[in-house]
Every structure is written in C-alpha cells, then in structure tokens.
C-alpha cells in the first residue's frame, strides 16, 4: 500500500521506516529510510539484515565540504550519476565501525 506523503512525514517523525520508492525507469526498487536522530542499534540490524544494501546517510554538497569528505569519483560515468563519497563513520565512540552500536553512532 502506498502512503500518502503526510503519513509518510509523520512515521520519519515517530522514528519508524518508510520506504520510499524510486520510478521503475530509474532502479525500480525501494530505500528504507528513517530519521537520523532516531536511529538505534536495532534499526541498523535491520537495514543490513533485512535491507541487505548499502546503509547511507544523504548529506548536503555544502555539509560534505564542511567535512571535507570527498565524492568516491570524480568523474561519475554511471547511469543515475549517484553520488556516492567516500565511507564514513563516527571520529569518537566507535570501535571498529562494523558492529551495529557504532552505525547507529
């Protein structure tokens, strides 16, 4: 079932998933999606267990540069022009980055 773009706003809200829904001329899949301030431990198990993708954080060209963090290519020759940056993770309170308490940093 298809939500309405006011349900969807006030899940991201109430810190649950929604999955927003790219056109079928483009990938033709679903992203899980959740508020960043409301992401746990057990909402990064489920990205990765049940997603089974990438985990990402969508983050400003302004706020990239703050961060000096780079695009992954600098010349994207790929279909959609994604534009993925380097991997990240958190400077402090991390361990290793795998594990999903340090994801969830």
Same mark, same amino acid.
């Not at 746990?40 to 400003?60: H, Q, S, V, Y």
């Given at each position: 079932?298809l939500a309405r773009i006011e349900e969807a706003i006030e899940d $991201? ?6 999955? $927003?829904?790219? &056109?079928? !001329?483009? @990938? !033709?899949?679903? &992203?899980?999606?959740?508020?960043? @301030?409301? =992401? /746990? #431990? &057990?909402?990064? !198990?489920? %990205?990765?267990k049940e997603g089974r993708g990438l985990i990402c954080l969508p %983050? /400003?060209? @302004?706020?990239? &540069?703050?961060?000096?963090? #780079? ?5 994207? /020759?790929?279909?959609?022009? /994604?534009?993925? *940056?380097?991997?990240? @993770?958190?400077?402090?309170? =991390? ?9 969830? *940093?």
């Amino acid at each position: 079932m298809l939500a309405r773009i006011e349900e969807a706003i006030e899940d $991201i809200k109430q810190g649950r998933f929604v999955v $927003i829904v790219d &056109d079928e !001329n483009r @990938e !033709n899949e679903g &992203d899980l999606a959740i508020a960043a @301030e409301k =992401v /746990t #431990p &057990d909402a990064i !198990n489920f %990205m990765a267990k049940e997603g089974r993708g990438l985990i990402c954080l969508p %983050m /400003t060209g @302004e706020r990239l &540069d703050q961060l000096a963090i #780079p695009l992954m290519v600098q010349d994207n /020759t790929s279909k959609n022009c /994604t534009a993925f *940056t380097i991997s990240i @993770e958190a400077k402090r309170g =991390v361990s290793t980055g795998i594990s999903a308490e340090d994801r969830a *940093t």
